[in-house]
T-cell receptor, first 116, second 114 residues
Framework: AQSVSQHNHHVILSEAASLELGCNYSYGGTVNLFWYVQYPGQHLQLLLKYFSGDPLVKGIKGFEAEFIKSKFSFNLRKPSVQWSDTAEYFCAVIPSNTGTASKLTFGTGTRLQVTL | GAVVSQHPSRVICKSGTSVKIECRSLDFQATTMFWYRQFPKQSLMLMATSNEGSKATYEQGVEKDKFLINHASLTLSTLTVTSAHPEDSSFYIC??????????FGPGTRLTVL
C-alpha cells in the first residue's frame, strides 16, 4: 500500500517569501500525484496534478510542483506567497495503473500561515 | 468544470434520527464517488467508496449498517447516517472521481447530533 508524508506540519511565512512544501510518497510502482488546498471555511480544491511527462507541473494561482522520481518526492512551490495563500495543503497519490475507483492516499496536511 | 455539490451544507438533528446527505457531480459523470469524514485540523478519513449500480465498499471500522450509501445514478450518491448519535457529529465530505483518479470534492456537510 502507498503512503504519503508531509514533514512540514505548520509553516509561517511573510508575504512575498518563497514557499516550498515537502511531499514524499512510498509506493513500488508508478503513481499519479496531486496537491489539494483547503482555504479557511472552504472545501478541498485541486491545485495541480501530475500523471506523466514533464515533471514540472504548473497549477492554479501561481503554484507549481516538481516530481523527482528518484527521491519519491512531489514538492509544492510558489515564488512569492500572498496573504490569501493561507490555507491547509494536502499532497495525495494514487497508483497510476488503476481506474477511477481507486482511493487517494492523503498526507496529513501542511498548514500555511502567511503574515502581512 | 468538475463541480461537486452537497446538500445540505449543515444539519442539526436529534439523537436517534436518520439524516441523508446528497452528493452530486454537476457537470460530469462519476461511476465512483467517495465519502470522507474530516475532524478539526486533521486530514480526511475515507469512509467508503460508492460505485454506481453496485454496493459500496466500506473502510475497516466503518459500520455499513450505520452509514448507508446509495449510488443511484452517475451523478448522485447519498449517505444516510442512521440512528445518529452525538459521536457521529462531524464534517462529511464527498468526492467524485474523474480522469485517472482525480477527485473533485464537495463543500462538505456539517452534521451536529444533539
Amino acid at each position: 500500500a502507498q503512503s504519503v508524508s508531509q514533514h512540514n506540519h505548520h509553516v509561517i511565512l511573510s508575504e512575498a517569501a518563497s514557499l516550498e512544501l515537502g511531499c514524499n510518497y512510498s509506493y513500488g510502482g508508478t503513481v499519479n500525484l496531486f496537491w489539494y488546498v483547503q482555504y479557511p471555511g472552504q472545501h478541498l480544491q485541486l491545485l495541480l496534478k501530475y500523471f506523466s511527462g514533464d515533471p514540472l507541473v504548473k497549477g492554479i494561482k501561481g503554484f507549481e510542483a516538481e516530481f523527482i522520481k528518484s527521491k519519491f518526492s512531489f514538492n509544492l512551490r510558489k515564488p512569492s506567497v500572498q496573504w490569501s495563500d493561507t490555507a491547509e495543503y494536502f499532497c495525495a497519490v494514487i497508483p497510476s495503473n488503476t481506474g477511477t475507483a481507486s482511493k487517494l492516499t492523503f498526507g496529513t496536511g501542511t498548514r500555511l500561515q502567511v503574515t502581512l | 468544470g468538475a463541480v461537486v455539490s452537497q446538500h445540505p451544507s449543515r444539519v442539526i438533528c436529534k439523537s436517534g434520527t436518520s439524516v441523508k446527505i446528497e452528493c452530486r457531480s454537476l457537470d460530469f459523470q462519476a461511476t465512483t464517488m467517495f465519502w470522507y469524514r474530516q475532524f478539526p485540523k486533521q486530514s480526511l478519513m475515507l469512509m467508503a467508496t460508492s460505485n454506481e449500480g453496485s454496493k459500496a465498499t466500506y473502510e475497516q471500522g466503518v459500520e455499513k449498517d450505520k452509514f448507508l450509501i446509495n449510488h443511484a445514478s452517475l451523478t448522485l450518491s447519498t449517505l444516510t447516517v442512521t440512528s445518529a448519535h452525538p459521536e457521529d457529529s462531524s464534517f462529511y465530505i464527498c468526492s467524485a472521481s474523474s480522469d485517472r483518479g482525480t477527485q473533485y470534492f464537495g463543500p462538505g456537510t456539517r452534521l451536529t447530533v444533539l
